[in-house]
């Protein structure tokens, strides 16, 4: 099936510099497996039940969000076991450890997710508890 994409220049021009030097022989199958992995990672986040162990990490603006951001993290901490944080500019990097019901940690990655000025947020879960 064809489709067309609407992509910033230099997101594009970096994702052809990566699907070329790992030697994939072509854009297109660079982009099936790029969204093959996007469902499978998403996938898996719908898909964790009961007692879970993860690892959710984020950038954002600092001044954009943070206030917001506190307050999310104190409406989890009944989850939250401890977070790492690193300060670059305005750019921030952080980690939260989370253990308890995997439904739980879902929402709090949907908040995370939700904001505008966090780039990225990735979940890891590490495994299930039993």
Not at 63 to 74: A, D, K
Not at 78 to 99: A, K, P, Q, R
């Amino acid at each position: 099936m064809r489709t067309s994409l609407n992509v910033p220049g230099e997101v594009l021009d970096s994702f052809d510099e990566t699907w070329t030097a790992e030697g994939l022989e072509s854009r297109s199958r660079a982009v099936r497996e790029a969204m093959t992995e996007y469902i499978e990672r998403h996938t898996e986040l719908e898909g964790i039940d009961g007692d879970a162990v993860a690892a959710v990490a984020f950038d954002y603006e600092h001044t954009l969000v943070i206030g917001e951001l506190h307050t999310v993290q104190h409406e989890f901490e009944d989850v939250i076991g401890t977070t790492h944080y690193l300060h670059h500019g305005e750019w921030c990097l952080e980690t939260i450890y989370c253990t308890g019901p995997a439904d739980r940690i879902r929402r709090l990655v949907y908040r995370i997710r939700d904001f505008d000025a966090v780039g990225r947020a990735n979940v890891l879960f590490v495994q299930p508890v039993e």
